[in-house]
């Protein structure tokens, strides 16, 4: 005997799904003068391309992959020169409720759906094209064997919600600057616009029309900071149609006008060592501020000092809210930049892509310190021009010149986009890489790392150990290259001249004015003595 809880509802009645039409995308009828019946549905099967469709006013934009249900009437339109390939099927259901219901219609479309989808959906296409008499029930089966597999791909095969998100900041980052609606970016996402909305908002704690034009007026910060065209200007490049539409946004999101902003004085926070010795020799004191181990150990360090961990540990990112900065200096964070975007403008300089002194003059301009940083390079410049003058007297050519970090069982070369001295090496005093590095990618790459026992093959006429002798001759594999009289041989060429312990590991670490005017008077030191 069949029981059941008291108070549960009766079972459902079955509903039963029966195509009625079925044809290629591009020969879809739309926009009907005649709705289509209350008991009609449509799904769309889009098998290859990508365009934007439009539903009910909404653009979505979709492509290979993603499918489009209703289980009601709906406005469906198609630009005439459309990419997009599928099949376009309406179906009929039959159902017990006072109203039908598809299971199919949640948080649709789908992305991603397998590959058994598309082909089904050709199979449906041609079967309903050419029926076969033999086999009178295929396309109801072909039907529900599709309709099958995208009931189990709604929850199999749907996109994790981290990623559809991650996928929408990027487009919104690289469009920004354009009319984005919600609709689009939920196409994008393949959810619907009330589910983007929801998980939207969880993700970055705002409405999507918040984050747009909290997006924009940061990129109207940081165009301020590095020299900003005049408003209407700027106005269209972060996406307004006016000066004075973006200027009320700016005071609503900033506190105050764009005038003012490029007026005061900047409260900095420096999530970079480098950085933050940039500062210093601006004379400016980061609000907050990452400090080597070598800045700690030659000046007093502020209690305002941040953790070398990167903004992803913990508290940090608190730490940085209440800091309240007008502007945050770091390499670049692609990942990490949106998530301070809540809390200033980030000025992100791209690594190996700038020299120090490239960094050093932008820092100066985001701080309004440009005159200070050319008086301080100009006298760097005479300290390498009188250095020039002592290494013509002392050793004339230069020649060749490497410097090794050592690790346990490598040492790791570097080019000058690197540093570790090779920025005044290679540029300042007129040493050249050795070939051999060269030829293995080193400039291209920033950095090689090689095996104790094939240093050798390297020959310099000068190598550089950013620690001390003793730490080099504790590594017993070094010993045939510290040991002239076990050295290797190649070509019967020394694998090197001159070695120099520098005993500066720390020092050395740095790519920034304060560290590169030390490193250039230990090298000297090295070279003349």
């Known amino acids: ?42 799904l769309v099967v889009l098998t290859g391309g990508s365009g934007v ?56 479309p789908v992305r991603s759906c397998p590959p058994q989808v598309s082909t ?13 008499q033999r086999t009178p029930f295929a396309l109801q089966a072909l039907f529900t064997e599709l309709l099958t597999e995208l009931h189990k791909s709604a929850a199999e095969y749907k996109e994790p919600q981290a990623q559809w998100i991650d996928r929408v900041l990027h487009h919104i980052e690289s469009n920004y600057n354009e009319d984005l609606t919600r609709e689009q970016a939920a196409g994008l996402a393949g959810v619907t616009p009330e589910h983007f909305s ?12 918040q984050y747009i034009t ?14 900003a065209p005049n408003l209407s200007t700027l106005a269209l490049e972060v996406g307004y149609s006016e000066g004075t539409y973006l200027s009320r946004k700016f005071k609503q999101v900033v506190g105050i006008s764009p005038s003012a902003y490029h007026r005061k004085s900047k409260s900095v926070v420096s999530l970079n060592f480098n950085h933050t010795a940039s500062l210093h020799a601006l004379e400016v004191v980061p609000r907050l501020g990452v400090y080597s181990s070598w800045m700690e150990n030659m000046q007093p360090v502020p209690s305002r000092k941040l953790p070398d961990e990167g903004i992803g540990s913990a508290g940090l990112y608190e730490r940085l809210s209440s800091a309240r900065p007008d502007v945050i200096i770091s390499y670049s964070l692609p990942d990490k930049s949106k998530q301070l975007l809540s809390v200033a403008p980030v000025i992100e300089i791209p690594f190996m892509q700038m020299d120090w002194r490239e960094q050093f003059r932008l820092i100066a301009e985001v701080t309004g310190r440009q005159p200070q940083a050319e ?37 790791y070369c570097f080019s000058s986009s690197y540093g570790r001295g090779t920025q005044i090496l290679y540029h300042d005093l007129g040493f050249r890489p050795p070939l051999g590095l060269v030829a293995e990618g080193l400039l291209d790459k920033g950095y090689l790392e090689i095996a104790f026992h094939n240093i050798a093959r390297y020959p310099a006429d000068h190598i550089f150990i950013t620690s001390s002798r003793e730490a080099a001759e504790a590594l017993e594999p070094l010993q045939s290259l510290l040991h002239p009289v076990q050295q290797y041989h190649i070509d019967d060429s020394p694998p090197g001249g ?5 005993n500066q590991p720390g020092m050395f670490y740095g790519f920034d004015p304060l560290s590169s005017e030390a490193q250039l008077k230990v090298l000297v030191q090295a070279l003349t003595s």
């Open 1 to 42: 005997m069949q029981t059941r809880n008291a108070g549960s509802s009766l079972p459902t009645p079955h509903s039963f799904y029966i195509p009625v039409h079925v044809t290629a995308l591009n020969q879809a009828s739309f926009n009907r003068e005649n709705p289509i019946s209350p008991f009609t549905s449509f």
């Open 53 to 108: 469709i439009e539903r009910n006013g909404e653009r979505i934009r979709l492509s290979g992959g993603h499918t489009l249900c209703s289980d009601s009437p709906v406005d469906i339109r198609l630009p005439r020169s459309h990419k997009l390939q599928g099949v376009w099927i309406e179906y009929a259901v039959i159902s017990g409720n006072s109203r039908p219901f598809s299971p199919l219609n949640h948080d649709l």
């Open 120 to 132: 089904l959906a050709v199979q449906l296409l041609s079967s309903w094209n050419q029926p076969e």
């Open 198 to 209: 929801r998980a939207f908002r969880r993700f970055t704690g705002q409405t999507f029309n």
């Open 214 to 227: 909290l997006l924009r007026i940061r990129k109207a910060q940081q165009r301020i900071l590095t020299g």
């Open 375 to 411: 008086a301080w390079l100009s006298l760097y410049d005479w300290h390498c021009y009188q250095a020039n003058q002592l290494l013509d007297r002392r050793i004339g050519d230069r020649g060749t010149a490497m410097v090794l970090e050592l690790g346990a069982e490598t040492a």
């Open 498 to 502: 001159r070695i120099y312990y520098l």
